[in-house]
């Protein structure tokens, strides 16, 4: 019985005829791997956001209660308001200090990748023959169809690359080196040339 456990990337209906017929050119070539992390991160463990949520709760009810003493504001109505803003605040540190992106560059494609601890999400891979154009230190993004932001802050350290596909043009935005960028530059050009 074969494992239904195979790579996507082996027809399992041919498993046997794989390794035969596979040309060296279906050899993927990794030309760079980069991951983009914030510069000032408040969490960087389970155990510290664990600590936070626990003292903002406390905080909560502490506001909630003083409220309630010092100018007789009902908890019911106090309450629903501080954890909406908790919530909020949680979401937007969550965003901005611990969500990382991880771009990787073959000879083929550019795969973006958000991580936030253990969770990882493919947020694309672009065919560097699908991509239109590439612009570094751009600081107005011109949004021609869909947007995947696979970028941190600040805006004016983003790389917006376009690309077109068959469903449309898709803008994607990433924060990585100027190294990488150049890498990336480089091989799409040589691609492009390539298939002239």
């Known amino acids: 019985m074969l494992s239904l456990k195979c790579s996507s990337l082996i027809d399992v209906l041919k498993y046997a005829t794989y390794n035969i017929h596979m040309e060296e050119n279906a050899v993927v070539n990794l030309l ?3 991951t983009a992390t914030p510069k000032w991160r408040i969490a960087r463990s389970a155990g510290a956001v664990y600590i936070m949520l626990i003292a903002l709760i406390i905080g909560c009810i502490s506001i909630g209660n003083l409220l309630y003493a010092s100018w007789q504001i009902p908890r019911h109505i106090t309450q629903p308001i501080l954890y909406a803003l908790i919530a909020v605040s949680c979401v937007l540190l969550y965003r901005r200090h611990y969500i990382c992106y991880r771009y990787t560059l073959t000879d083929n494609v550019l795969a973006l990748e958000e991580t936030g601890g253990r969770i990882e999400k493919t947020l694309a891979v672009i065919s560097l023959q699908d991509i239109h154009a590439i612009n570094m230190n ?34 994607y935005t990433i924060s990585a080196s100027e190294e990488f960028v150049n890498k990336l530059t480089a091989q799409w050009k040589s691609r492009a040339e390539s298939i002239i």
Do not use: C, D, F
């Open 138 to 171: 751009a600081k107005e993004i011109k949004i021609n169809g869909n947007l995947i932001r696979a970028s941190l802050a600040p805006k004016e350290t983003q790389t917006i690359i376009e690309a077109v596909h068959i469903g449309g043009k898709t803008t």
């Open 32 to 34: 760079a791997i980069e």
